[in-house]
């Protein structure tokens, strides 16, 4: 079956301009997380949905980053005035259900340069 | 909150020969652990988890790791290592009744032939 699917796999943009990413989760799991991926770094989170509905979105940096997931599936990760520090690869991962026993599966990312 | 060191960012070891990637954590609550592997030019996987019962888990492709409460550490082992080894790997931690993990920086692995 299909693994985790991010879209597009590489985004440029300018200082300033407003961006979306696509992540189509495995079907059939209900959690969906988005991870931040700087240069060097671990993956940092961002936002967690069960369903349609964020259960946790501390780890959104400030009110730039919006994310939805309307119907439970795919979900879209907004970023608005986007920054030279936004450059990052962005992952979506998704595991069968909440909790540690259901491994999330990551996918391949998107490569943000914001110019 | 959680936090994760892995004080080793590139490991070159012999191929054929042990291998040890260090791994501490810091909670102020019980936590899950997790060691995830990335090779070259693919997304994360997960190698192995410690979420209770053992304190020594195994992957299916010969790693090892022992959860060690005393000292806040998840060290991950294997005997032999071979060139298909060659990847990043992360250390990871959740806090019992919360989703996210916490993830450290990495530890470059490269096999030398």
């Known amino acids: 079956g299909a693994g985790v699917s991010q879209t597009p796999s590489n985004k440029v943009t300018e200082k300033g301009k407003y961006v979306e990413l696509r992540c189509d989760p495995i079907?059939?799991?209900?959690?969906l997380y988005w991870y931040r991926q700087s240069l060097g770094q671990g993956p940092e989170f961002l936002i967690y949905?069960?369903?349609?509905?964020?259960?946790?979105d501390s780890g959104l940096p400030n009110d730039r980053f919006f994310a939805v997931r309307p119907e439970g599936s795919v979900s879209t990760l907004k970023i608005q005035r986007t920054e030279r520090g936004d450059s990052a690869v962005y992952l979506c991962?998704?595991?069968?259900?909440?909790?540690?026993?259901?491994?999330?599966?990551f996918g391949p990312g998107t490569r943000l340069t914001v110019l | 909150a959680q936090s994760v060191t892995q004080l080793d960012s590139q490991v070159p070891v012999f191929e054929e020969a042990p291998v040890e990637l260090r791994c501490n954590y810091s909670?102020?609550?019980?936590?899950?652990l997790f060691w995830y592997v990335q090779y070259p030019n693919q997304g994360l996987q997960l190698l192995l988890k410690y979420l209770s019962g053992s304190t020594l888990v195994e992957s299916i492709n010969g790693f090892e790791a022992e959860f060690n409460k005393s000292q806040t550490s998840f060290h991950l082992r294997k005997p032999s290592v071979h060139i298909s080894d060659t990847a990043e790997y992360f250390c990871a931690v959740s806090a019992f009744g919360n989703e996210k993990l916490t993830f450290g920086t990495g530890t470059r692995l490269t096999i030398i032939p």
């Open positions: 991962a998704s595991s069968l259900d909440r909790g540690p026993y259901n491994e999330q599966f």
């Open positions: 079907s059939g799991h209900t959690a």
């Open positions: 949905f069960q369903g349609t509905g964020a259960a946790d």
């Open positions: 909670s102020s609550v019980s936590v899950y």
